[in-house]
C-alpha cells in the first residue's frame, strides 16, 4: 500500500486536481495498484486558514506519503502578504524540506496541437525534449539573501548562487541516466546539453568542469555539449529539435523551462516531476494558478492528469499504467475535444470543452 | 572634432569593422561632421599582442575618445586560457571601467526578412522592441565571487547578484525616457515593461520596488507593468508586440535580449549601445565572433554598420546622419541582397553576397 497526499492549492487547482483525482482513482483500481489518497493545505487557502503557506501538518504528511500531487498555488490576494509568508514561499519551501533536488520538465508536441504554438510548423513536429532542472540549490536558496540599508541611506538587495561539487555531480547523474533511458527507448544515441554562463559566473564554471568530469569518469557512452544560457535560449528558438535532455541549475532552468514550454503552444499540457534521491517526488503541471479563470470550468486538466502519469512511471515504476493515461490524454485530443487553451479556432472539427467535460473525457477512455 | 576609437577583436570582428569603417568615414565627409578615427586591441587578438584581454593602452584610449565602436571577442584558441584573462574579461572590464551601465538592444524586424524567423509572421511582423539591459552590476560584477574548497573537501562555486537603490534608478530613468520619446515618434502611449523575479530573489524585490515608486514619483505618463523572468521568457514568444520597452538587470537581459534578437531571426542585423550617465557610449552588433566562419567574407556586416548609425543618434546626436545610414541599409535589402545568414533559399530574386560586398553596397546607396 501507497499513500499519495494530493494539494490542489489556489486559483483552478482544485479543479484541475478534482479531475486529476478521478483519474487517480480509476487507475487505481483498473491496475490493483493499491493507492490511498489524502488530502492538504498548500499556499494562499494554507495561508487563509493556517497563516503560513506550508503548515507544519501539510509538510509532516508530505513527508510520511509516497507520493505528492500539487496542483498550483498563488494569486493576487495573497501578493500583498509579507514576503516570507506568501504562497511560492510554500512552494520552495516543500521542495527544499522534501530534498527535490531533480525537476524533470518535458516539452513536448502534441501532433494534434502544433498548430497552437507561434512558432512554424517545421521547427517544432516531433519535439519532446526533456529538461532536468537543479531545484534545491543555486540562487533560489542561496544564502546571504535579503534587503540592507547602506551606510549612505540606500538600500541594497543581494543574493548568493552557490553550487558544490556534489550537488552538481547529483542532478548530473539524473541527466545522464535519463539520457540514457531516453536514448534506449527511442533507438537514438544519448546526448545531454548542460547550460551555464561560464563564460562570467564562476559558480556555473564548476558547474560546467563538473559535468565534463562525470563524463569522462562515468558517461563516456552519453554526448556532452556545454551552451550559455544566452545562446541556449536563441536555440531554443531556432532550433529546438537539436536537444534531446538539457540540464541546468535552478534559475536558468526556470527560464528555460518556461521557453521550451512555450515553444509547444500548449503549456497547459505540460507536467513535471520533483524528485529526490530515493525516487520519492511532487508532482505538478508546469502551468501556474490562472486566477483570472478559476471557479468557471475553463482550465485545462491535462497537464496535471499528465503529471498522475509521470508519479505512476517514476516514484510507483507502473510503466503500463502511465501509458493508458497518456495514450487515453491522446486519444481525446484525436477526438477534437479542447480545453479554451488549446483551441484553434481556424481549425474544423473541433470542440471546446470545460475543465470537467475534458476531465471526464479522458475517464471515459480508461 | 570628436574620437572614435575602434576595436574589431577576434573572429569576424576585424571584416565587419573594415565594412563599418568605411560607412562611417563616408557618413564623416557627407556631414562634415569632423571626426577621428583610432584602432586599438581587445579581446583575443589583444591577448596574443600583450598577454591582456584589454590592455592598459586600449582603456586609455577608450577613456579618452568620445566613443568606441566594438566588433566581437572570443574563440576557441582562447578558451583554455586562465578564467582572468579570457577574451570576455576584457569586454566585461571595458564596460564596467568606462561605466557603461545602460545597454540599449532593439529588436526590430525587417520587412524584407519576415520569413527567416522561426516565428509565424503574423506574431513578429512589425515588431519593434527595445530592451535596457542594466550592464554595470547585478550578478555579474557582484562580490564575493569564486571557487572555494570546502571543509569536506569538495569544491563549492558561489556568485553575488546586488543591486542599490541608486544603480536601479539610474537604469530605470533611461528605461522611462526612452520609452517616452519611443511613444512621441510613434504617436503612441507610453509603456515600461520591468522584469524580475521578485517571488524568489530580494534582490528583484528592491528593483521591483524601486520601479513603482519612480514612476509614482516621476513617471506617471509611462504605463509600468512588471513581470517575473520566466514569464516574460513565455511572452516574447507567445506575442512579443505586447512589449514596447523592457528594463532588467544584466544577467536576465542578457537572456531575453538574445531570445528577443532570435525572434526576428535576424541576429546579424542587431546594433546595440552601452552609455555612460553622460551619453559616452560604446557600440557593437548583437551576434559574437562567429569564429566557424571568421576570414571567409561570409559575415553579415549589417549589425555593425547600424551601430554605427546608434552611435550618431545617441553619442553624437546626429540623427539624420544616422537615418541616412538605416535607409541605406534598407534599400540594400529591398535590392534583394542577402549575407548568408538572412538568405531565405525559398524566396526568389535574392542575391547572395559576402561580407565585403554587402558593405559596399551600403556604402554605394549613401
Ligand atoms: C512560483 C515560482 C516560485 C516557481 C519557481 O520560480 O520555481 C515557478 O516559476 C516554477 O517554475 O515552478
Ligand atoms: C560575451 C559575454 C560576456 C556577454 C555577456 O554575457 O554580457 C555577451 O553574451 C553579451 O550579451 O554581450
Redesign the interface.
Known amino acids: 500500500m501507497a499513500t499519495i497526499l494530493t494539494l490542489a492549492g489556489d486559483g483552478i487547482g482544485p479543479e484541475i486536481m478534482t479531475q486529476a483525482i478521478d483519474v487517480l482513482k480509476a487507475i487505481n483500481d483498473k491496475f490493483s495498484l493499491d493507492l490511498t489518497l489524502e488530502s492538504g493545505l498548500i499556499g494562499g487557502v494554507a495561508i487563509d486558514a493556517t497563516g503560513e503557506p506550508l503548515p507544519d501538518e501539510t509538510l509532516a504528511r508530505a513527508r510520511a506519503a509516497d507520493a505528492v500531487l500539487l496542483g498550483a498555488v ?1 494569486g493576487p490576494k495573497w501578493d500583498a502578504i509579507e ?1 516570507s509568508k ?1 504562497p ?1 514561499r510554500g512552494l ?1 519551501k516543500i521542495r527544499g524540506e522534501l530534498g527535490l533536488f531533480a525537476n524533470l520538465r518535458v516539452a513536448k508536441l502534441y501532433s494534434q496541437l502544433a498548430n497552437a504554438s ?3 510548423p517545421e ?1 517544432i513536429s516531433g519535439l519532446d525534449l526533456l529538461i532536468v532542472r537543479e531545484l534545491t540549490g543555486g ?2 536558496f ?1 544564502e546571504p ?3 540592507r540599508t ?1 551606510e549612505n541611506g ?13 550537488e552538481i555531480q547529483r542532478i548530473g547523474k539524473v541527466a545522464f541516466e535519463l539520457a540514457k533511458t531516453r536514448a534506449q527507448a527511442a533507438g537514438t544515441a544519448a546526448k545531454v546539453c548542460s547550460v551555464d ?1 561560464a ?9 560546467k568542469q563538473t559535468m565534463i568530469e562525470m563524463q569522462q569518469a562515468d558517461y563516456s557512452d552519453v554526448a556532452l555539449s556545454h551552451m550559455y ?3 541556449a ?2 536555440q531554443l ?3 529546438p529539435k537539436q536537444f534531446d535532455v538539457m540540464v541546468t541549475g535552478n ?1 536558468f532552468g ?6 521550451a ?3 509547444t503552444g500548449s ?1 497547459g499540457m505540460l507536467p513535471s516531476a520533483s524528485l529526490d534521491e530515493s525516487g520519492k517526488g511532487m508532482y505538478e503541471p508546469c502551468h501556474g494558478s490562472a486566477p483570472d479563470i478559476a471557479g468557471q470550468d475553463k482550465a485545462n486538466p491535462l497537464a496535471t492528469i499528465l503529471s498522475v502519469a509521470m508519479m505512476l512511471r517514476y516514484t510507483f515504476k507502473q510503466e503500463e499504467a502511465a501509458q493508458a493515461i497518456e495514450q487515453a490524454v491522446s486519444d481525446v485530443l484525436d477526438d477534437g475535444l479542447r480545453t479554451l487553451d488549446i483551441l484553434d479556432s481556424s481549425e474544423a472539427g473541433l470542440k471546446q470543452v470545460g475543465c470537467k467535460e475534458m476531465g471526464q473525457a479522458v475517464l471515459a477512455k480508461l
Open positions: 498563488g514576503r506568501r511560492e520552495l507561434s512558432i512554424k521547427i540562487i533560489y542561496g539573501r535579503g534587503i547602506l540606500e538600500q541594497q538587495g543581494y543574493n548568493t548562487m552557490v553550487y558544490s561539487t556534489s554562463k563564460n562570467v559566473l564562476e559558480v556555473t564554471e564548476l558547474w544560457a544566452d545562446n535560449c536563441m528558438i531556432k532550433d534559475m526556470d527560464i528555460l523551462s518556461d521557453e514550454a512555450m515553444l503549456i
